[in-house]
């Protein structure tokens, strides 16, 4: 293998302000930080972040202008910490810098010719004036400029694409093998970008000139760049090709920050309204675990016990840190370290020792998976997952004691108590029409919609079908609320006649559209209402284009249906009663494999309740949702899981002594999902 | 229930007419705004676009009577809500700032006074408009209401600047901005310091305080992406002069000034790949701008008749109008040609 043109390994840089008179307080810039570049074929590697994230020191570290904290950079087998001066005049003439300000870095009293000559002078290009006139005008092509039409010039003459195009010239001049440019563009007018960026193509695929591109402009990263590393604080939160990566991020930062680059089409419109949380809790949250727990829609308790390695993605070379793919393969640690000599510093040794510390929780995960917490085979991250195979585990600790139970309760071997059949159970968090108010019948090709204030406001209206007719709907929505959340979910849903669901809105988007056709005659019937966590939207309009029909009967509302997307426990699959502490059970298979449980529960008594549960597949769409309900000797739901967040804990005191039932499925978009444990612990008496 | 971005009406609040601009240098008048008329609705949210230097702050800071010498308003007429602004005394303009007109600047984080607390800066615009306000719990109210508008917390209140980040900062300029209820207000550049993230957040909050307000809005910028995202019509300039200016939906997707194509097959995308469509910058000395029309120079579809005759904005339909001789009834066949060169391509 050969010598890559630049390595870093586990590269920290940390500034430390005050600590005289005052505490002393240190920013890590750059935590822990990994990158290779091979040197063949050269390629454009991309560092994206926000402002903040590190890619400006990175920046900083290459080009030798700040030491780094620990670790190391190793630039084709040199580590340029230990350079001499002669060593580094070498290592600046093979790597180069573009900067970000085309104004400042001109001296504006002097013609562009200037910039040439102290290059010449400072690296003794040539001697030969006709000769090196020659390698300017050669350098100047490259960049798709001519010398007579810019070397007479001011710096002020010249656009900014062309002062960028100049200092591109001037670096390929010294034959560099690595350019550095620091948001080369973003100072540049938009439509000047594209002749900067066929400057970099022309120098990498002409030339073999690899750049290291720093920049926060997503998008020009997306057109030219080979790898991406996106940054957030310092650390990477996902690598991969540009393609990759900025077609179907994995990393819930990421994912957030593509979807806020705007989308230069007025028809495809922000999703959601985001907000951020207090700059405080951005940056005391930083010390431990995940860089971006205060702002995560999908945090975990994990995620603050251990900063998550790279996970590997679907697609080669692609990865992501974050416990969100917990069940994949942990990327390799970069290859090793390929040096000409070896110096061994403590910061470096302290790096190994880190990497052999991951390389053993590595292995302690590959012997868990293997011990069967995990049965999957490595999955494609962009497909929703419709098969899940899991197994539920209940152990209790202790048992609650029925001392002198009146009844005797229920034994562990006793046949599991049948569903209360009379009863209609229904589930908690879905759409009650039997709450809803009615607002009347929607006329065709008009709007019809009101605001819902709150979770508690569910509006409901009726309309005419015909059977064969087709309609088109159109759900636009505004959101308030759900800020951070990349995820917006007004429930509309459209009831047949049979009270059946005919149509239910795509959750996972805020502007929806979908074709109905009647499949019968009669009243339908449109329920709008609050997200499934109980917060509040705004529905702005639903047109139902097509068609005038003949007028509707004035019809009074029918019976309203039961909810579409409930766990149905008449189609579960008993599994037995649960005896705490001993059984573990199970595997649901799909969306319609549903698990039911007994459990014998005691009055007074009080437990611990606690479901760790692992998702897969749900990626993007900032929700997780699996049902697991427990349901009382009535039929009353008395306990379910919050679904907005993947652990979830809770407390259930018995009320009375009997079976109580636990309902396990997948989620109300049909999706499978995958249970970890269920724990039942005695409460703290 | 209105939707979104149809909230525009008819009733013009700005009608800026032959506004001309010039910056006096030794070496003659460089022509920075030529010319140009437009019409601003009540409700509407107008972004004007082009590249550096093709006047687009300049116009802006006309229409605020803020041109800075060697600047200097050659002629035009400049009308909010009835006022002629060019007619104003330097005190009552000094009234009609903030509370007729009020402007978002450039780098608005910078543009905070550091030594002042943020409740200060905003009583220090309240006062000097309404006088001394007698009432301070009802002031801090009306700034807590301010906060909320642009989804401050209010615990900033008594901050300093340097404790807020950029995104706050930019927020606080909007809620001064607003604070007086203008008829027009003109966000320059408002959001091109920020990361992305950010910047839709105070791009939202933008259009959220103008819609809850009630205001007018000019949007300076040159990220195209930004603009769809946020403006009701767009109105391109180049080197001076008004190109076009059309409901946004037309820019996007059937742009017809071949500079307005120009712009928006430059805009980068990361939804595919495509060939880098490479132009350079503004190419004529300002001093002395071609004959005819300004954009014949780089244009593709360019003849004679461009060189003699100097287009004129041609209604194409309601509120879009291009200033191009492509789509002059006389040169139907020329137009069929061009788009259909410009298909090939």
Redesign the interface.
Known sequence: MPTPLLQIRDASKIYYSGGFLGEKKSVVALDGFNLTIEKAPATITTIAG??GSGKTTLANLVLGFIKLTSGKIIFDGEDITDMTAEQLKVYRRNVQAVFQDPFGVYNPFYRIDHVFDLVNNHFSLSDNRSEYRDMVEAGLNVV?LYGEDVLRKYPHQL????RQRIMMARAYMIKPRLIVADEPVSMV???????I??AM?RLRDDHGISFLYIT?????A???GDQIYMLYQGTTAERGTA?DV?DAPQHPYVQ???D????????D??DV????P??EEMRTAASQGCRYYPRCPHRMDRCLEEQPPLYKMGKPKHEAACYLYEENEIAPIEPPLLENRVISTAAFDSGRRRQRERIAVAVLVVIALALGFFVGASRQPETVVETVQETVVITATALPEAAAPTEAPPTATSPPAAAPESQAIVPAFVVEPEGASDKGSIAWGA?A???IEDADDRHLYTFAGYEGATVQLKL?T?GRGLSGTGFYAPLATIFGPDAQVVLAFDRARRSHSGELTFPADGDYQIVIGADDRGRGVEV??ITIEGDEPAAPAATPMPTLPPPAFAVEPAGAVDKGTIVLGEDTVNEIEDASDRHLYGLEGIAGTTVDIKLITGGRGLSGTGFYAPLATIYDPNGEIVFYFDRARRSNSGSLTFAETGSYQLVIGADDRGRGVEVYTITFEPADA | MTKKNESSSDRVVLKVDNLRIHYATPQGDVIAVSDISFKLYEGETLGLVGESGCGKSTTAYGILQLVQPPGYIVHGSIEVAGTEVLDLEEEELRKFRWTGLSLIPQGAMNSLNPTMRVKDQIIDVIEAHEGKQSDKEALRERIFGLFQNVGLPNRIYNMYPHELSGGMKQRVCIAMGVALHPTVVIADEATSALDVVVQRIVAQTLVKVKDEIGVSLIVIGHDMGLLAQIVDRIAVMYAGKMVEIAPVANVYAKPLHPYTQLLIESIPSIKERKPLKITEGITHDPRNPPSGCIFRLRCPFAWEHCAEVEPLPIDVEAKHEVACHLFDERFEDRRANAYATLANS
């Open positions: 926000e402002s798709g656009s900014g694409g062309q007018d938009a439509s000047l970008r594209a002749s960026l066929d193509l926060h402009d997503l998008s020009t997306y057109q030219i393609l900025i957030l920050l593509i806020s680059v705007p989308v230069p089409d007025p028809t419109k922000w309204d985001i907000s951020l207090s700059e709007d919609v009101g605001e636009i505004g702005y309009t």
